[in-house]
């Protein structure tokens, strides 16, 4: 169990909505408040993860694992939350796979053609070449 003072509840919370693949204004600025932790809708649907959990580590402050993410978002400041998704996923021989993916989410979430097509290739631009 994770025992965060209020703080750090914030903290936590806004380092993982930094860190997923959406707009920021798309987040509940309620969440993070420790004392909705586990309010729910009653009329809400739920929705089960048959994957891999999310690793809670890098995001509870003032630990290594959190100075170390912290250092990894520095470095993709100039990106956006869905380029920042990416930008670590992408290495050596994987990186025309997680390109389409890119521009997958891109495409999914109603952007047009002409516009995905520029949108990858500044990102792509953005990237090392190694």
């Given at each position: ?28 600025d ?29 995001f ?49 979430s ?21």
């Amino acid at each position: 169990m994770l025992e965060l003072d209020k703080k750090d509840y914030k903290i936590f919370v806004e380092s993982l909505g930094e860190w997923l693949p959406v707009p920021a204004n798309l987040s509940d600025d309620s969440s993070k408040q420790r004392s909705k932790k586990w309010l729910s809708n009653n009329a809400g649907a739920f929705h089960y993860n048959e994957g891999t959990l999310v690793d809670c580590l890098p995001f509870i402050p003032r630990t290594s694992r959190n100075e170390d993410h912290q250092k990894q978002m520095q470095g993709l400041q100039s990106l956006d939350n869905l380029e920042r998704w990416f930008a670590p996923r992408i290495a050596m021989g994987n990186r025309n796979n997680q390109m389409i993916k890119f521009a997958l989410a891109l495409a999914d979430s109603g952007m047009n053609f002409s516009d995905i097509e520029s949108t990858v290739f500044a990102f792509n631009g953005k990237l090392s070449n190694a």
